[in-house]
C-alpha cells in the first residue's frame, strides 16, 4: 500500500520534532517516523541544563517529550517504525518503512542524527547518564571542582579535555598509545595546562562507582597500562568518552552527498543536498556542533526551506 504525503520527517530528536512543528504550521501535514531512538540522544541524558526555557534544568525525556507534544499538538502524524529503505532518484521520493509501508513524499527532511562511539564496557552501560558522558559541553557543569577522565587522544578529546579544565578541579586525559593524533596547536594547549595530567598507553577496563538503590554515582576509571600491564583505579567523579561519532546515515549511502566520515553534506547556510527537495538537520550534518539546540534550530531551517521550496514550484 502506498501513501503519498507533502513532507516526510525521517528522524526524530530535536531536529527532527522541530522540523515537525514549523512544517505543520507551514500547512505541510508533515508524517514524522521516529526511528530507533524516538526522541534521539537527549533521552539518554538525564539532566539537560543549557536548553533554553528550562531555567531550572530538566531531563534530557522530559525535554524531548514536551516538544514531541508541540509537535503532535500542531499536526504533525509522528509514528513509531524505522525507515529501512530510500530511493531519491526520482519524486516524489520512495520511502520504505519497517520493509512494508511505501511513503511517496514530495519533499523530505532527514534528521537520523549521530551515536557515540562508546568504549564497550558494560560498567560504561551501568553509569552512562550518571558519571559517564559523551559530551563534555553538555554535562561538564555538573563537575565543578571535581576530578573527570577523558578517555581518547584525537582533537576532540583534546578540545573537552581542555574545556573541562576550566570547570574541574583535575582532568587526566586517558589515551592508549605513546603519543596523541590531534593537532600539534591542541597537543600545546593540553600540555600547558597545569591540571590536565595524560595517561598514556592506557585502555580503560572498567568504570569503577557505588550503587545505592536506584542512585548510581562513579567513583574511578580502570585502565590497564599496555607497557607494563599494570591495572590502576584512577579516583575520578566523571568519565568522558571522546572517541568519537556515527552518523546515522548508512541508508542514504549512494543517494545523496556524503562527507569521508558518512555525514550528510548540506549547500552553503541551508540544509538543502544535492539532491532537490530533499533537505538534512541535526547531527547527521553537523559534526562541529553537536547539540540540542542547534540541532533544533537545523530542523527550523530545514522546514523553512521545504516549504519554500514547495511554494516555488505551484508559482
Wanted: aromatic share 6%; hydrophobic share 40%; proline share 4%.
Amino acid at each position: 500500500m502506498e501513501e503519498n504525503v507533502k513532507c516526510l520527517i525521517i528522524g526524530s530528536g530535536p531536529a527532527g520534532y522541530t522540523a515537525g512543528i514549523y512544517a505543520s504550521r507551514a500547512d505541510l501535514h508533515p508524517v514524522l517516523i521516529e526511528g530507533m531512538t524516538p526522541g534521539g540522544q537527549l533521552t539518554i541524558t538525564t539532566e539537560v541544563e543549557n536548553f533554553p526555557g528550562y531555567p531550572n534544568g530538566k531531563s534530557g525525556p522530559e525535554i524531548m517529550m514536551d516538544i514531541r507534544e508541540q509537535a503532535v499538538r500542531l499536526g504533525t502524524d509522528i509514528r513509531t517504525g524505522m525507515v529501512t529503505e530510500v530511493d531519491f532518484s526520482q519524486r516524489p521520493f520512495r520511502c520504505v518503512v519497517e520493509g512494508e509501508q511505501v511513503i511517496l513524499a514530495d519533499s523530505v527532511i532527514i534528521a537520523t542524527g549521530a551515536t557515540a562511539r562508546w568504549l564497550g564496557l558494560e560498567s560504561e552501560k551501568t553509569y552512562r547518564g550518571f558519571g559517564v558522558s559523551a559530551c563534555a559541553t553538555c554535562d561538564g557543569n555538573f563537575f565543578r571542582g571535581r576530578d573527570v577522565a577523558v578517555v581518547g587522544g584525537g582533537d576532540t578529546a583534546l578540545e573537552e579535555a581542555a574545556y573541562l579544565a576550566k570547570l574541574c578541579n583535575k582532568g587526566y586525559l586517558v589515551h592508549r598509545r605513546a603519543e596523541l593524533r590531534a593537532s600539534k596547536a591542541m597537543q600545546q594547549r593540553v600540555f600547558n595546562t597545569p591540571n590536565i595530567e595524560v595517561v598514556w598507553n592506557s585502555i580503560p577496563t572498567e568504570i569503577v562507582g557505588e550503587k545505592k538503590g536506584f542512585m548510581k554515582a562513579v567513583t574511578g576509571l580502570k585502565v590497564n597500562n599496555k607497557m607494563t600491564g599494570n591495572e590502576t583505579v584512577i579516583p575520578v567523579d566523571g568519565v568522558f568518552v571522546a572517541i568519537g561519532h556515527m552518523p546515522v546515515t548508512d541508508i542514504f549511502k549512494g543517494q545523496i552527498d556524503l562527507d569521508e566520515h558518512g555525514y550528510i553534506v548540506t549547500k552553503p547556510d541551508s540544509t538543502a543536498t544535492n539532491v532537490d527537495s530533499l533537505f538534512a538537520a541535526g547531527d547527521g550534518q553537523d559534526p562541529p556542533f553537536r547539540q540540542a539546540i542547534t540541532a533544533a534550530a537545523s530542523g527550523c531551517k530545514a522546514a523553512i526551506e521545504a516549504e519554500r521550496f514547495l511554494l516555488a514550484e505551484t508559482l
